[in-house]
């Protein structure tokens, strides 16, 4: 693997586990990781919204990376999430994650904020890489403006690619706007776009998309990474319905949630459905509908 | 002054000034807080929206509070923001602000999250309160859902203050919505809400709010305390026009760019202007649009 080689392929945005007090569940942590490895993913888009990386402060958020680095995770296929609202701490995340030797961040826009222009986004990612100071930061830039408030717009992607060629290497989208990612592979080829879900990877793929990112790859990254691996093949389309049909069933409830009731559901402990408030975990009713119809869906459409 | 009082009066969100490398110019910061006390105000609700507190990293909020107390401010007169996303961090800040003793705290709601429950909310607050563990911790609620996006819904308000009577002492509203408002007043007698500007003020008193905390504080501080101190006069009329203009003006531009403009033309010094990014400065043309009209209403209402 050449170093620093833009990321490619399935990158599950792992889920953060939590203990009865609600600290996070490094060991539990670290084997759900090398669990997706195991399964099939080419790496790791931890710390991102369903690791609900937000509801962690900021040294937990540097102990997970060293902690999964230390348990034997290679740092190249790590791809974190680091931004913040304030340059300083998104300089702080970054500058120790790129020490690390990750792939890459993926960078949220300042999500405090609300109308700001494209020159501020600019000079917020332009001083975020200025002071970061290292050569070997490539960035992804984190479009979900339904949770940051802010869009990445493909005329600011298009600036900054311009401006840092080196740095700013691709785009996780979770905005679901097809159009959006339509524009963005039509406009930036070569320019690595993950889109929102394994639902959108075919046709994704099919226009030069890097790969799935996807908080559902969680529960099935055995069979994204089978559509990722079969996108040209005859097998395409069923392995793109069996994929989407997971994905479209959990995403009716509240997704991290539901992800973690889906592992609580399979490890047989329920310690894996917590989440840290404000978020709430799945109801009772909810947790055996979501189990029973993806039960229903495995029935349906044997792998 | 009683310990712990509730806050009552005008208490501006200082700016923050900036150095030409973005660090936090405290010797300013300290000079501008001294001078809004010695100008009326009754205390300072630091490191909230208008002091770009959530683009200042952990350490520097820390040390901004710090330098203040040093600087002589008394801590009972402060009233910083603390809320953040994640329950440790705000833990953190609070604990930290609470233990060098100021009045309160302002807290925003976990401000990445959206479209959570009002179950999840209480949770979050009740974590917060619960670890910071300080029996002289007294919060006021931050409601300004156009930037955080999520609202104290005045349900969940009468939650939190049934649940926590002593520690939810108030509400600072920049949402504008006067019917919210009116709610909590009618809703919550005895509890401190500030309204979302000098504007309201007038009428907010009527319905027995607690003063005001305001962006424009930070440049007509003496002219809000005039009104706070004489809103059952003959003059109150008089004085709520002459507020109400300097803000109604105001609030046509950015308005943090705008109060940063006018503190910059008052000091003559270019430096006070710097925001940090996201944030824009005001183009030279909005910078004298805004002062020249100033001086118009200035000259049209003397004092």
Known sequence: MKENAPAQGVWPPAATPFHADLSVDFE???????????????????LGTTSEAN???????ETMLERLVAAGIAAERLLPGTGTPSIGDTVRLTRHATSLGVRGV???????????????????VSEVI???????????????????????????????????????VGLKDSSGDVAYMNRLFESFPGFAVFPSSEALLLSAMKKGAAGCISATANTQVAA???LYDGWQGAEAERLSRAASAVRLLMQKFPLIAA???VLA???????????????????PAERKEVVAELAKIAAEAPA
């Open 106 to 124: 993926l960078l949220l826009p300042p999500f405090y904020y609300k109308g700001v222009s494209e020159d501020g986004l600019f000079a917020f």
């Open 259 to 261: 992800v973690k009731a």
């Open 265 to 283: 559901d399979r490890a047989k402990s329920p310690d894996w459905a917590r989440v840290r408030p404000p978020l709430d975990p799945l109801s």
């Open 55 to 61: 509801s962690l402060d900021l040294a937990e958020r």
């Open 28 to 46: 539990r942590a670290i084997a759900h990781c090398k669990a997706l490895l195991a399964e099939g993913a080419h790496g790791l888009a931890v």
């Open 224 to 226: 994204i990474r089978a």
């Open 130 to 168: 200025g002071r970061v100071g290292r050569d070997n930061l490539r960035i992804y830039l984190y479009n979900f403006p339904q949770m940051s408030g802010i869009a990445w717009s493909p005329a600011l992607v298009g600036h900054l690619i311009k401006s840092f060629p080196k740095t700013i």
